[in-house]
DNA sequence: CTGGTGATCAGTAACCATTCCTGTTTCCGA
DNA sequence: TCGGAAACAGGAATGGTTACTGATCACCAG
């Protein structure tokens, strides 16, 4: 997403466009995978050491506030971020922590079934998938 | 389920079936709703006063791994434990906490799909539901 | 330019669910 | 009954995350 998108979706909500903000979303597209805030937290520190965690924290939660960080929380693993908003499917290795994408399932229709099920407001509906990577089934 | 049919359970895996395992059973089925460890541990504690919290939280562990309590898991909140172990959808509301089921939604099918679509081999997968129930929707 | 105001930040302490550790007790088979 | 393994109580430790505090920063009005 580009700079101009994010710093008008941030102001839509009253939010500003900082530099620490800004590094947290450029660590996010350079860590490519799904890295956990301390990830994240290390990237930025390469280029502004002093940087503090608790700072990509509320980074973090204000770009997910507004709609341009996705996250996503496995029990037992810190949770994990990433600049793909769209409904998706990760999986997570229970051994070695990997997370991957699984392609080509489409939970759209389930959230609505939900939803016609609930009398709750549902704000959110994730599928949490675990399993072993290919790598660990071998070893 | 059973004292005996628990008691075989655990004895298949190596486990025994002790006072404290079999409290922690019958506050889940007092608790009737999602508890959590430390809910599970204050029930024990009105009849047990000198069981330790650690002490549950091992009696769910095995329990869990023996297939006679299931677990879910919810960000920013403590893991709630039940005695339904089959597939079930519940949703946490996120004001108030509490945790009700999603009758009548089956997941069955999305699981088989995800196994067609990723190399892991896939030991869980649980959808993680939020939203506003109807009281604090009103409030 | 200057002072004021509120958002943001760095640094660090606190929090809380959960696990780990240690010495003790209980249970079961021989 | 005895010996060894499993389980336990109590409490300390862990680790991700949040809360707090004073310092900075960005921006605007005068």
Redesign the interface.
């Known amino acids: 997403m580009l700079v101009p998108d994010v710093r008008e979706k941030l102001r839509r909500s009253g939010y500003t466009l900082t530099s620490q903000r800004r590094a947290v979303l450029e660590a996010l597209s350079k860590a490519k995978g799904h890295p956990s805030a301390e990830d994240v937290y290390l990237i930025v520190k390469r280029e502004n050491p002093r940087v503090a965690l608790g700072t990509v924290y509320q980074a973090l939660s204000v770009l997910e506030e507004v709609g341009v960080v996705g996250s996503k ?3 037992e693993s810190p ?1 994990r971020y990433d600049l793909n908003v769209e409904p998706h ?1 990760d ?1 997570r ?2 051994r070695c922590g990997e997370v ?1 994408e ?4 489409a ?1 759209g229709g ?1 959230e609505e ?2 939803r016609n ?18 790598a660990c ?1 071998d070893s």
Chains 1, 2 share one sequence.
């Open positions: 929380h496995w029990a949770t499917l999986i290795c229970i991957s699984v392609p080509g399932v939970l389930v079934i939900i099920n609930t009398p709750y407001r549902v704000t959110r509906a994730t599928m949490v998938v675990e399993g072993l990577c290919p089934t």
